[in-house]
């Protein structure tokens, strides 16, 4: 389970997550939803401890992360497709990532074939699609078979057939009795994937609802999104006429 | 077992070090520019009147340190640069958040590969400077002489510890490029700087890196005001030590 408590980010005066307090259960695929620029990505960086919170704290089983002795067994990320260095060969990024942890070699070769990327695990990342970064991604995300598991926006750049892959995994992975917490900005595909969601905006947390209920409104989940973020949206386009 | 270490992320490390070709480049980069330069130094003495002294060639076929350090010290920024310049570094840090671990791994393992790729490089610049004056009138530097065995020795841990600055440098800095122009600022500008003041300036040119190597580290006999050659190097791991603790103390404040 993931717990945040009143988290709170400043840059500057700018306020990218502002006191979030929320619950991720264990179960199910919690989708964490909110417009460009809503602290998505800045909470989940806190999470793992890559940027310290102002106020609050982030607990993973009632444990901060990094205080956890093992952290990658306990918690999978996948943060940003380009976490890797890419003259490094997907291989050698899932093997050093693997020592860190003491997780058994064979383990990087079962990675490798769950993502499907073991006939180009030894070319170099930085060659790789957008679609295969983030394989490379979730790869790293599995390799410590980690009951929670936290994603930032993993469907960007894949195919259609990488999507219904991703979202078949997310939800087995949920289905084992992992936690799932997965960030986007697409309502639609978090309707597929997702059965709880949290809604957030400007850094603030709009809702926590279920697929299920955001549906039973009158409007379509789109029109129920923008309705909900209206007033938490930071850039907005208008017509081009 | 109680969770990861020190050991851990020493491995973790020596893969990712390994596994990228930079390193490979650099090191090879090093041990050549060296050989070339003894190699360079004996073939030029050989006609020379009048005949050169053994230890003028040593000090002089060591020179490509000048050159091999720029090389190990880029090598030891990249190993920290590399990381916050593509992303990599999130990675490391979520799978070992105990930041001071992975730096501690990462001056362990940089610091172990640079000082024996120094060594490599020194013997090789003295090598080839010897085998370039065989057959002429040139005595030979034999390695059973302490004062030519302790110049090639220190030179190569001079190597090493130019390195840790690297590494050090590459912490506080966090970019490539800011920190490879940093270092290389440091080696020369300094070196100018005590040129400035002629004579006296001496009293602070002992302390400069690059007058130490050319004059007390990777010489036979320390020049007159220098210091001997291990203090010397000494002092070159101080300033290691320094940077690695700035770069340390950084780290746990910084987001990434």
């Known amino acids: 389970?993931?717990?945040?408590?009143?988290?709170?980010?400043?840059?500057?005066?700018?306020?990218?997550?502002d006191g979030l307090s929320v619950r991720v259960q264990p179960g199910v695929v919690t989708g964490f939803l909110g417009p460009n620029g809503s602290g998505k990505s800045t909470t989940m960086r806190m999470i793992l401890g890559l940027d310290a919170p102002d106020h609050g704290q982030a607990l993973i089983g009632g444990v901060r992360y990094p205080d956890l002795s093992w952290p990658l067994k306990t918690v999978g990320a996948l943060l940003d497709a380009g976490a890797f260095h890419p003259g490094r060969s997907a291989r050698a990024h899932l093997a050093a990532l693997a020592a860190s942890n003491d997780i058994p070699g064979p383990r990087v070769e079962q990675v490798l074939r769950i993502v499907g990327l073991s006939d180009a695990a030894t070319r170099r990342a930085g060659t790789y699609s957008l679609g295969m970064r983030q394989r490379l991604g979730v790869a790293v995300a599995l390799l410590g078979d980690p009951g929670v598991l936290l994603l930032d926006e993993p469907v960007n750049g894949l195919d259609p057939e990488g999507i219904r892959w991703i979202r078949d995994l997310l939800r087995g992975l949920a289905a084992e009795g992992r936690t799932v917490f997965v960030s986007s900005h697409l309502i639609a595909e978090m309707a597929l994937t997702a059965d709880r969601l949290v809604v957030i905006g400007r850094g603030r947390l709009l809702v926590e609802t279920t697929v299920a209920e955001l549906a039973a409104g009158d409007d379509s989940l789109e029109d129920a999104f923008f309705r909900l973020t209206s007033q938490a949206t930071d850039y907005r386009g208008v017509g081009a006429s | 077992m109680n969770g990861y270490g020190f050991r851990h992320a020493a491995r973790m490390e020596r893969i990712k070090l390994r596994s990228v070709r930079s390193t490979?480049?650099?090191a090879i980069a090093a041990v050549v520019s060296m050989a070339a330069a003894g190699a360079g130094v004996g073939l030029g003495y050989r006609s020379h009147t009048p005949v050169a002294t053994a230890a003028q060639i040593l000090n002089n076929s060591l020179g490509g340190a000048i050159v091999?350090?720029?090389?190990?010290?880029?090598?030891?920024?990249?190993?920290v640069t590399g990381e916050y310049g593509t992303g990599m570094i999130r990675s490391t840090f979520a799978a070992v958040p105990r930041r001071r671990i992975v730096l501690a791994a990462k001056v362990a393992v940089c610091g172990g590969a640079a000082l024996t790729v120094g060594l490599v490089a020194s013997f090789a610049g003295y090598l080839s400077g010897q085998l370039a004056i065989r057959g002429t009138a040139i005595p030979a530097a034999s390695l059973g002489d302490p004062a030519i065995l302790r110049a090639?020795?220190?030179?190569?841990?001079?190597?090493?510890a130019t390195a840790l600055i690297g590494v050090g440098i590459g912490t506080i800095v966090r970019h490539s490029g800011a920190a490879i122009g940093t270092l290389f600022g440091?080696?020369?500008?300094?070196?100018?700087?005590?040129?400035?003041?002629?004579?006296?300036?001496?009293?602070?040119?002992r302390f400069v890196p690059l007058l130490m190597l050319l004059n007390s580290i990777a010489v036979t006999s320390p020049i007159p005001g220098l210091f001997a050659g291990w203090i010397s190097v000494l002092l070159m791991c101080g300033y290691a030590a320094v940077a690695i603790l700035c770069g340390g103390v950084l780290l746990r404040y910084r987001d990434s």
């Open chain 2, 152 to 160: 090639v020795v220190l030179t190569g841990v001079y190597l090493g």
């Open chain 2, 68 to 79: 091999a350090q720029l090389l190990l010290g880029a090598l030891g920024v990249l190993v």
């Open chain 1, 1 to 17: 389970m993931i717990e945040l408590r009143e988290l709170t980010k400043r840059y500057g005066d700018r306020v990218a997550v």
């Open chain 2, 24 to 26: 490979w480049w650099l």
């Open chain 2, 186 to 205: 440091l080696m020369f500008v300094p070196m100018i700087a005590a040129g400035l003041f002629g004579e006296s300036g001496i009293a602070v040119g």
